[in-house]
């Protein structure tokens, strides 16, 4: 069973958890680093390479735990015997008691963290970490990872689909809410114009202390050019109304995107030129007047 891991690595720090962990945090420490330099998603050159060895580390966790804890506690003792044994002669014999006594105890503390951690997955399927392994789990992580080069994140680009009346209500409002980042944007006349929006730092996140990338905002705004068209905040429309309403005296309601406008149609009406609506054009903005609706009808039977 031995030729399937090597005593003499820390699998558990392979993982960025500390040895012992209980299986519980093992599992979530794999699948955060998994995510991390899985090849078909990281950008990291040596992704793949570290990807297997992760996997492996969880392999030998998962499957044979309790023979590799004892191995490896056996290794790291053989090892600190080793060293001890490497020392002058005056002090071998106080140091050598010394420190066999500190790996015992490092020893049967491992040992006993690794058969409690088993114990723990094996009678106690809904456990959860205590504070300590938590902050443990977090600073062997951070260690394990100290030196590496920052990755800065991507931004990311966002095109929303929007129609002419709903972006002319977004314009009164002033505001258009993303929902998947939980953040208001302000929403002006420049989205009319094919303007770009930027959200410092709401895009991909970065890794080992990167920045965050961008929320890149742009919105599609799909107008029926057979009938409007925008001019510098005007709106030019044509509208179809039943040729009994366009008698003289008569009240025609137009229905525009920016809103319901009256008319009364008078003795003298040239059916080929606009009606002229003032303010009922684009809302106004911070930087922009309201616009005017220019109104063509067009007669229908």
């Not at 410092?200 to 890794?207: A, F, N, R, S, W």
């Not at 319901?260 to 684009?282: A, C, K």
């Not at 809302?283 to 009808?297: R, S, V």
Request: with cysteine; glycine share 6%.
């Amino acid at each position: 069973m031995s030729a399937n891991f090597d005593a003499g690595v820390d699998y558990f720090a392979v993982l960025g958890v500390h040895f012992g962990a209980n299986p519980k945090s093992v599992k979530q420490a794999y699948r955060r680093m998994a995510r991390r330099y899985h090849p078909d998603v990281s950008k990291i050159h040596n992704a793949k390479s570290r990807f297997q060895e992760i996997a492996h580390a969880y392999e030998i966790l998962n499957k044979y735990r309790d023979a590799y804890c004892r191995a490896f506690q056996r290794s790291q003792q053989f090892s600190a015997k080793h060293k001890q044994e490497a020392k002058p002669s005056a002090s071998k014999k106080t140091s050598y008691s010394t420190e066999e006594s500190s790996a015992k105890t490092k020893h049967a503390d491992s040992k006993q963290g690794c058969r409690q951690s088993n114990g723990r997955a094996q009678n106690n399927q809904n456990h959860r970490e205590s504070p300590f392994d938590e902050w443990a789990s977090q600073r062997d992580y951070q260690s394990y990872n100290y030196g590496q080069k920052p990755i800065h994140g991507k931004d990311r680009e966002v095109v929303y689909p929007i129609t002419l009346r709903y972006a002319i209500r977004l314009l009164r409002l002033g505001s258009f809410y993303i929902p998947g980042l939980k953040v208001q944007m302000k929403f002006t006349r420049q989205a009319f114009e094919g303007k770009t929006f930027r959200l410092k730092d709401k895009g991909y996140k970065g890794l080992f202390g990167g920045r965050s990338g961008d929320y890149m905002v742009r919105f599609n705004i799909k107008v029926d050019a057979e009938r409007f068209h925008l001019k510098d905040g005007d709106l030019y429309g044509k509208f179809e109304i039943p040729t009994i309403f366009l008698q003289p005296g008569k009240t025609v309601y137009i229905d525009s995107p920016t809103g319901r406008v009256e008319w009364v149609v008078p003795h003298y009406f040239d059916i080929n030129e606009y009606i002229f609506f003032r303010d009922m054009g684009l809302p106004a903005d911070a930087e922009n007047i309201a616009g005017d609706l220019y109104a063509k009808l067009i007669p229908v039977d």
